[in-house]
């Protein structure tokens, strides 16, 4: 990695390896959709829950990356995220039927959600701040390749093996990321005093980000009027919430409460 020292490239290398392992799991399954189908014997509905549930669960656990760092350090999280993530991809690859699959799946979004977050902060305290973005560059390749290389790797693996391979063939990145990490990354990098964990606030924004985020892997063929003509989606409307401007979203989530007016609440 040229205009970082030695270090400073190994840290870098663990976190580019890590955040690859999580982006290319959220497509590298897409390609085995009919496998899945036939080998379950599921329906198209049933089995998507594949890829949403990791979805799902990848993005719940991003808001909470900080205070589970501030409270048992970032490196420590790192090594045991990357951990759980390949105990869970090992899982997914002996699973022997449809909700064992989607719960292992969940396992991996569990743990993947908090390697992007985690890598970066670690990344950033290993650099000057005039190199910050230099650095940047480098753990920002996966999420450029990441989704372009799944469904190519899981093509080439579903034709030379099983689908269980699909996952099989992010353990051993894994692993060798968390003993690098254990190895490279010093164990007081991006250290900080514990912060008191906002617990409404944890309560209110995990939910909220896990709904958004349900509804919008819910469009698709199958669904013709689509999750936004739904009631929520009604009432998160601008045009339904008798917003004037794109902007003027009253009705939305939190919108509602500080502005306290009686007629958006009713129509909420």
Known sequence: MSGLAPAEARVGLVVALGGLVAVLDTTIVAVAFPVLLQTFDASVTDAQWIATGYTLALVATMPLAPAVAGRWGTRRTYVVALCGFAAASLWAAAAGGLGSLVAARVGQGLAGGLLTPLG????????????????????????????????????????????????????????????????????????REPAPTDLVGACLLVPGVVAVAYAAS???????????????????????????SPGDGRCCGSACWPTRSSAATRRC
């Open 218 to 244: 819910a469009e698709g063929p199958g669904r013709p009027s689509g999750w936004w003509s739904s009631a929520s989606g009604r009432c998160c409307s601008p045009a339904s919430s008798g917003a004037r």
């Open 120 to 191: 970066l902060t670690l990344a950033f305290a290993a650099v000057a701040p005039e190199r910050r973005a230099r650095m940047t560059a480098y753990t920002g390749l996966p999420l450029l390749i990441g989704p372009v290389l799944g469904p190519v790797l899981g093509g080439l693996l579903l034709d030379t093996g099983s689908w269980r391979s699909l996952f099989l063939v992010t353990i051993p990145p894994a692993l060798l990321c968390a003993l690098g990490a254990a190895r490279w990354v010093p164990a007081g990098l991006a250290g």
